[in-house]
């Protein structure tokens, strides 16, 4: 049986952070869902922590480097994407855009994503639906319908599934992903085992082909 590849971006800037914290979350209750429904999940994290020095090479070179271009490939892959950013400033950290900058747009095209996002407080939590979805919605990904956003104060909370508690949005949200994932069939591997290499246009010819 081919296993579903679900992606999970955590832009948490600390170690451990609550946005991995949320991400894991999501993620396991995402495989949860679809395992009892006996289909097998593949969940790859990116902390995208780990690759802010790469990204920022690549928007000054236009060349990925190693890990940027695996986790470029993870995200390509995948049948469906979990998205967890902090919020700063009512809206999603620079390093989580940035990320989303360096694919490209093509590859989330109807691509199901689940967003979430974490924050001290809950007045930033509108940032999820002004700032993320509208992120996704010009990508032209499948973004499921609940948001789920953490605050410092959700952690300390207990809820069931008919609540409106962390716990009972994180499993509604998992829920609806992996709705939409049961209603694909899960993508085999490539032909060559791994990520296509990508052929890089520089943007001077990108440039001079909308001038022709």
């Known amino acids: 049986m081919t296993a579903y590849r679900l992606a999970v971006v955590s832009a948490g800037l600390s170690k451990p952070s609550s946005t991995r914290l949320l991400a894991d979350r999501l993620a396991d209750a995402t495989a949860r869902r679809l395992g009892a429904d006996g289909r097998e ?5 990116i902390e995208l922590r780990d690759l802010a020095t790469d990204i920022a090479h690549n928007f000054v070179t ?5 890990a940027l271009r695996e986790a470029i490939g993870t995200v390509t892959r995948a049948d469906g994407l979990i998205a967890v950013t902090p919020i700063f400033t009512a809206s999603y950290s620079g390093l989580f855009k940035s990320f989303f900058d360096v694919i490209d747009p093509d590859v989330l095209s109807g691509k199901p994503v689940l967003i979430a996002a974490t924050g001290g407080t809950p007045r930033h939590s509108l940032a999820l639906e002004h700032a993320v ?4 919605g010009y990508l032209r990904s499948v973004v499921v319908p609940t948001a789920v956003y953490a605050a410092t104060d959700d952690w300390g909370t207990t809820g069931d599934r008919l ?12 829920g609806e992903l992996a709705g939409l994932l049961a209603g694909r069939a899960p993508s085999g591997p490539a032909a060559d085992g791994g990520a296509q290499e990508e052929t890089v246009v520089p943007f001077a010819e990108q440039l001079a082909a909308l001038r022709a």
């Open 41 to 45: 999940v593949e969940v790859t994290v």
């Open 62 to 66: 236009g060349f990925p480097g190693a």
């Open 133 to 136: 979805r509208p992120l996704f």
């Open 163 to 174: 609540t409106d508690g962390l716990p009972g949005r994180i499993d509604r949200a998992a």
